[in-house]
């Protein structure tokens, strides 16, 4: 009898599959679990980090001041030079024949004066006597401040002979660093426009750089960029450099933001001694922004969204709560957190791709303690 078999046969395959069906169990998705810490809290100096153009702290373009043929050349091109020291001669003698005659011309007029003071003393008696009329006394003195007025002349002509003398020998109106020489001697240089040379003033150097509004805003209300203030030290490193040993101050802020790039020019000083900061090179500047108690993240703590960078916390249920936060600058290898957080907060610094806003994780500690930001950068 086949049919009651077939129509038997789905009756025992389901009879059979519901027992085994019932007896399977099912299991809960587990909670992730993902390392959390406490952010570290200590007392650190902040430091904001620009990049700076190395300039001259002062330059000049040696011109010759009398004109005259260049006799002699007494540096060699890029030569440290000091205030005062000797860089050209220009040919004196030109200038010595003029100091001399000047000194006649004052000759000439003390002769003059002379002779005024003896017909004074001559006509003095007669004039008392009645011998002789008054207006040859008065034409007398007024010979005599002739000649006084002729001696002054003199005398300005000669000490204006004697400068044009001094200024045949061109001499470093300060120390620095002497670039090549524009003439060599025998050439002919003209007054006020031949260049001689050019010297960099190289120690002290200054370091300039751009500051943004919104730092420009914050570092004035804390009083840091005052130029001239003893708390706003800058440091300084080359690009083949790791150390910040370079140190200096802020020594000029700019008096308007640009509008082109809403910048505020600023300026540090350094000390150079060893010359080995050169005008034009780049360097990385760090400016002291302020020293006070601040909470620490390792960098791989903070995540972005769309509108702000946000940081993973853990609640006590475990619920994963996301908070935005406003970061600062790096100080020994943690990123400082201005606010958003507090220091009693469990922040997820390892398995952050495991976590999501509302879900429940696995909290575990990392065994971080405030104060060793070492450790805490082992937890990420």
Same mark, same amino acid.
């Not at 519901?18 to 992730?32: E, G």
């Not at 500051?211 to 914050?218: G, H, N």
């Not at 935005?324 to 957080?341: C, I």
């Not at 696995?362 to 405030?370: L, M, Y």
């Given at each position: 009898?086949?049919?009651?078999?077939?129509?038997?046969?789905? =009756?025992?395959?389901?009879? #059979?599959?519901?027992?085994?069906?019932?007896?399977?169990?099912?299991?809960?998705?587990?909670?992730?679990?993902?390392?959390?810490?406490?952010?570290?809290?200590?007392?650190?100096?902040?430091?904001?980090?620009?990049?700076?153009?190395?300039?001259?702290?002062?330059?000049?373009?040696?011109?010759?001041?009398?004109?005259?043929?260049?006799?002699?050349?007494?540096?060699?091109?890029?030569?440290?030079?000091?205030?005062?020291?000797?860089?050209?001669? +220009?040919?004196?003698?030109?200038?010595?024949?003029?100091?001399?005659?000047?000194?006649?011309?004052?000759?000439?007029?003390?002769?003059?004066?002379?002779?005024?003071? /003896?017909? +004074?003393?001559?006509?003095?008696?007669?004039?008392?006597?009645?011998?002789?009329?008054?207006?040859?006394?008065?034409?007398?003195?007024?010979?005599?401040?002739?000649?006084?007025?002729?001696?002054?002349?003199?005398?300005? /002509?000669?000490?204006?002979?004697?400068?044009?003398?001094?200024?045949?020998?061109?001499?470093?109106?300060?120390?620095?660093?002497?670039?090549?020489?524009?003439?060599?001697?025998?050439?002919?240089?003209?007054? $006020?426009?031949?260049?001689?040379?050019?010297?960099?003033?190289?120690?002290?150097?200054?370091? &300039?750089?751009?500051?943004?509004?919104?730092?420009?805003?914050?570092?004035?209300?804390?009083?840091?960029?005052?130029?001239?203030?003893?708390?706003?030290?800058?440091?300084?490193?080359?690009?083949?450099?790791?150390?910040?040993?370079?140190?200096?101050?802020?020594?000029?802020?700019?008096?308007?933001?640009?509008?082109?790039?809403?910048?505020?020019?600023?300026?540090?000083? =350094?000390?150079?001694?060893?010359?080995? =900061?050169?005008?034009?090179?780049?360097?990385?500047?760090?400016?002291?922004?302020?020293?006070?108690?601040?909470? =620490?993240?390792?960098?791989?703590?903070?995540?972005?969204?769309?509108?702000?960078?946000?940081?993973?916390?853990?609640?006590?249920?475990? &619920?994963? #709560?996301?908070?935005?936060?406003?970061? $600062?600058?790096? #100080?020994?290898?943690?990123?400082?957190?201005?606010?958003?957080?507090?220091?009693?907060?469990? #922040?997820?610094?390892?398995?952050?791709?495991?976590?999501?806003? $509302?879900?429940?994780?696995?909290?575990? &500690?990392?065994?971080? /303690?405030?104060?060793?930001?070492?450790?805490?950068?082992?937890?990420?």
């Amino acid at each position: 009898m086949p049919t009651p078999f077939r129509k038997t046969l789905p =009756l025992l395959a389901f009879a #059979v599959a519901a027992p085994l069906s019932l007896a399977s169990p099912v299991f809960a998705q587990p909670a992730p679990s993902v390392t959390v810490a406490q952010p570290v809290q200590r007392r650190v100096t902040e430091w904001e980090e620009h990049i700076a153009r190395l300039e001259p702290s002062a330059r000049v373009e040696l011109r010759a001041r009398v004109s005259g043929q260049v006799e002699q050349v007494h540096f060699r091109d890029g030569q440290v030079v000091k205030a005062g020291e000797l860089l050209f001669t +220009i040919d004196p003698r030109p200038f010595e024949i003029a100091v001399e005659s000047a000194r006649a011309e004052l000759a000439k007029a003390q002769a003059r004066l002379d002779l005024a003071q /003896q017909d +004074i003393d001559r006509t003095a008696p007669l004039v008392r006597d009645r011998i002789a009329p008054q207006a040859q006394m008065d034409t007398r003195r007024a010979a005599q401040r002739d000649a006084q007025a002729a001696i002054a002349s003199a005398r300005a /002509q000669l000490r204006q002979a004697e400068l044009e003398l001094s200024w045949t020998e061109v001499r470093a109106p300060q120390g620095g660093r002497v670039s090549d020489r524009r003439v060599d001697a025998g050439n002919l240089v003209q007054q $006020g426009s031949t260049l001689l040379t050019t010297i960099l003033a190289l120690d002290p150097i200054y370091a &300039t750089f751009d500051i943004s509004e919104a730092d420009f805003l914050r570092l004035s209300r804390a009083g840091i960029t005052q130029a001239g203030n003893e708390g706003a030290r800058v440091s300084l490193r080359l690009a083949d450099e790791n150390n910040w040993e370079r140190v200096g101050k802020l020594d000029f802020v700019d008096t308007a933001i640009d509008p082109r790039s809403g910048t505020m020019r600023a300026r540090a000083l =350094l000390a150079n001694a060893d010359m080995f =900061l050169t005008p034009g090179s780049f360097a990385r500047l760090r400016l002291r922004a302020g020293e006070g108690e601040a909470l =620490l993240l390792p960098d791989a703590a903070i995540a972005a969204d769309q509108a702000a960078r946000i940081v993973m916390t853990v609640a006590a249920d475990g &619920t994963v #709560v996301p908070k935005p936060v406003a970061l $600062g600058p790096v #100080v020994d290898g943690l990123r400082v957190v201005r606010s958003g957080l507090t220091a009693q907060d469990r #922040v997820i610094v390892a398995g952050l791709h495991r976590a999501r806003p $509302g879900t429940k994780v696995t909290a575990e &500690t990392a065994p971080a /303690q405030p104060g060793a930001p070492s450790r805490l950068a082992e937890a990420r």
